[in-house]
């Protein structure tokens, strides 16, 4: 009997425990990390631009230029909601996986999600990374990418937009926020997430 009563309690004391933590919680040791804390730059090298944290975005203000992270990062997934602040013709994207930016010139040739008006979620050194129809006009957007070896595959607003092989070149590189703002208009971005997977 006193055995049964001890057991009892044990397992009252396990269904304690699980009830009090969050279902949604993330795993003990997970990698994910925020690249932008809402406050500071910390961990970002703006170049030939302008950016600012504004209301707790990164606000590129002018200027064709990056806004780069410090860090180099090979498989990954990222995590970020962006807005184009232009009624149309906004242009801006995110680089991922270079290493250097040619001489005078502001940007990497590649590689690139687009963030053009109808190009949206496009990587054009990759065929089989084409989207439409899945971006908010006017509204922000939340854009998962999953690097890992040759491959590559995005989530816009939740849904899968495209997988793609053929990834050349450095096999880790630094992420960038592209300002492209005399042609395309400022932009916003905000909840950056990297998830490590190497």
């Known amino acids: 009997m006193k055995a049964l009563t001890t057991c009892c309690c044990i397992l009252v004391a396990l269904g304690l425990f699980t009830s009090c933590t969050p279902l949604n919680s993330e795993a003990p040791g997970s990698k994910r990390v925020a690249l932008f804390d809402g406050k500071t730059l910390t961990g970002w ?8 944290v504004d209301s707790g975005d990164i606000l590129i203000q002018t200027g ?7 860090a180099q990062y090979g498989d990954f ?4 909601d962006w807005k184009a602040l232009s009624d149309n013709k906004w242009d801006s994207g995110v680089y991922f996986r ?4 040619p001489e005078n010139r502001p940007w990497p040739g590649r590689y690139q999600v687009n963030l053009r008006q109808g190009q ?16 908010k006009i006017g509204e922000w957007n939340q854009f998962r990418l999953r690097v890992q070896g040759a491959r590559a595959a995005l989530f816009m607003n939740g849904e899968l937009a495209w997988e793609a ?14 300002a492209e703002v005399p042609q395309g208009g400022q ?9 490590p997977l190497d």
Do not use: M, W
Not at 64 to 70: F, W
Not at 98 to 101: F, L, T
Not at 165 to 178: K, N, R, S, V, W
């Open 45 to 52: 090298t703006v170049l030939k631009c302008e950016a600012a």
């Open 64 to 70: 064709n230029g990056l806004i780069q992270t410090e």
């Open 77 to 80: 997934v990222l995590e970020f």
């Open 98 to 101: 270079y290493d250097s930016v």
């Open 120 to 135: 949206e979620g496009n990587v054009g050194a990759l065929k089989e990374a084409r989207s439409t129809g899945l971006v």
């Open 165 to 178: 092989d053929g990834l050349e070149g450095p096999q880790q590189g630094f992420i960038a926020l592209q």
């Open 187 to 195: 932009h916003r971005f905000r909840n950056i997430y990297l998830t």
